[in-house]
């Protein structure tokens, strides 16, 4: 039996019935959250003082692995910060551990993708965010969308319609494109990566996918996952 500890802003038992549906039924998760309720820095910094008071108490359980998810959390104080944080973390364990953003890069490297077009549910700024700390790892996004939405639970209520039609409208634009990016662990769109890439015939990269594909490589877990993307399924 492998164990993850996973930290997120946006913690929630709906977010671990996503992760359960992917993963392979003998890893479980203890989940800790930061509690972000807007997007705005006052919040990250304040979810940022309480973070690695959760990675010292995760480090009393027999972890194999440590996920740091959110990407607005983990970008707000700009490119480069999810390393910073990683060193900060090794400091405190020497478990493995990684953050989205990383397996995000991580993830489109692996896949072939240098030009991207970005769906997500975030504001303006934050989507701004996220394109600079993307551009920072040579990872271009030729256009991106949002749905301007300013914290996590509305965004939990949207149905995965809600990205089919942001993704559809980027890729019909941007038909040169690699690739999506779509982030958010809230925002509801697992059940929708294969039929974006049947569609589109280009490889998808979530927030979810992406960092348990991270995870398992790093626990030696090479048996490909259907269903849930080309990322997975050629694991």
Not at 92 to 110: G, I, N, Y
Not at 156 to 166: A, D, N, R, Y
Request: include cysteine.
């Amino acid at each position: 039996m492998k164990r993850i500890g996973l930290i997120s802003p946006n913690m929630s038992e709906e977010v671990l019935t996503d992760v359960y549906r992917i993963l392979p039924p003998d890893i479980t998760v203890e989940g800790r959250g930061l509690r972000v309720r807007e997007f705005t820095d006052e919040e990250f910094a304040r979810a940022e003082s309480e973070f690695f008071g959760l990675v010292r108490e995760l480090t009393e359980y027999s972890l194999d692995f440590l996920m740091l998810t959110g990407e607005l959390f983990l970008s707000y104080k700009g490119p480069g910060s999810d390393r910073q944080l990683l060193a900060a973390v090794g400091e405190v364990t020497p478990v493995p551990a990684s953050t989205v953003l990383t397996s995000v890069v991580d993830a489109c490297r692996d896949l072939g993708l240098k030009h991207v077009v970005m769906a997500s549910p975030f504001p303006e700024d934050q989507d701004a965010r996220l394109v600079r700390f993307l551009e920072h790892d040579d990872i271009h996004v030729a256009a991106y969308r949002g749905l301007a939405y300013e914290n996590s639970r509305v965004i939990w209520t949207l149905p995965p319609e809600s990205g089919l039609e942001v993704a559809r409208s980027l890729l019909q634009e941007n038909p040169d494109v690699d690739g999506l990016y779509m982030p958010c662990n809230k925002w509801r769109i697992t059940p929708i990566i294969d039929q974006l890439e049947q569609e589109f015939g280009k490889p998808v990269v979530t927030n979810t996918q992406a960092w348990i594909w991270t995870a398992l490589k790093a626990m030696k877990l090479d048996e490909p996952v259907e269903g849930y993307g080309r990322l997975l399924a050629r694991h």
